[in-house]
């Protein structure tokens, strides 16, 4: 099991997205924790290492836990990404390993990992995420 933590930011109807250098798929910002990290320390490490933002980490609001077979891992691999909302500071630009920086809607769904497609059908159903 890869255990993931997520930022689930919506604007407008649509989700941040990202996609890192020589992969195929967006997926939510986010990552890894290190050892001894909380999910808080964790998003806001990964969230400023990736979209140079300051997440306040005071508003962090957990938004779900998704589970879905791991992209571009062997069969039988799984991800955890546990999300969260949160307000941020800053202006977002790629960094680090990040290519790409945008804004999907449901129609980009095969765009995305597949723990991220459990999510994108979520928000269509909460009515958070356009067409």
Do not use: N
């Amino acid at each position: 099991m890869i255990d993931k933590i997520a930022w689930l930011h919506l604007h407008e109807g649509r989700v941040l997205s990202t996609r890192s250098r020589g992969k195929d798929r967006y997926y939510l910002p986010g990552g890894k924790r290190e050892a001894g990290e909380t999910d808080a320390q964790t998003l806001v490490r990964e969230i400023r290492e990736e979209l140079t933002v300051t997440l306040d980490a005071d508003s962090l609001v957990h938004v779900g836990t998704f589970t879905a077979p791991a992209h571009g891992h062997p069969a039988g691999v799984l991800v955890q990404m546990t999300c969260y909302a949160a307000r941020y500071t800053g202006h977002l630009q790629p960094a680090a390993e990040i290519e790409e920086v945008v804004w999907l809607t449901y129609q980009h769904r095969p765009l995305v990992s597949a723990v991220d497609q459990l999510i994108f059908d979520w928000l269509r159903k909460q009515g958070q995420l356009a067409e």
